[in-house]
């Protein structure tokens, strides 16, 4: 988490996202969100992350996602078809919510659950510590 957190620091909008391999723990990619920079609404750090990945030949299913916040509806979809081996996340969407971070009020569990993809393994509340600081203020979008 702490490396995702140094991606999301180095984004206006504070959201980051790596790529470890699942075997090693090492990571391999990491990405922020820059929809700032790109005026591309979908270029979030977890979409920026698969989009690396795939450019790389990188075989999905053998890496595990850590994000600093719960992947949001479209990101949650993403990862699901990229069918990752996991997925880990600090500052969840209802407390996004609560920071006055505008999301779509879905957790990635529901998504997951409603979805006929093979489902990763799934760890929130990884870290909050560190990046509940990245939202409490709220962001404006």
């Known amino acids: 988490m702490p490396v995702a957190v140094e991606w999301a620091r180095l984004a206006p ?3 980051g996202a790596v790529l470890l ?3 090693s723990g090492a990571v391999v990619a990491g990405a922020r969100n820059t929809s700032d920079k790109s005026g591309d609404p979908t270029a979030h750090a977890e979409v920026n992350l698969l989009r690396e990945a795939a ?7 053998a890496y595990v996602v850590v994000s600093t916040a719960e992947p949001c509806a479209m990101c949650a979809g993403a990862l699901l078809w990229g069918r990752v081996r996991a997925v880990a ?3 969840s ?6 920071f006055g971070v505008p999301q779509i009020d879905l957790s990635f569990a529901e998504i997951a659950r409603r979805s006929l993809l093979t489902h990763p393994a ?5 870290r909050p510590d ?4 990245l939202y409490r203020r709220g962001l404006v979008l």
């Open 122 to 126: 799934v760890a929130g509340d990884v």
């Open 55 to 61: 450019a790389a030949g990188l075989h999905l299913p």
């Open 93 to 98: 969407v209802a407390k996004l919510i609560s």
């Open 130 to 133: 560190l990046t509940d600081p």
């Open 89 to 91: 996340y600090g500052t």
């Open 21 to 23: 391999d699942a075997d």
């Open 13 to 15: 909008w504070p959201f």
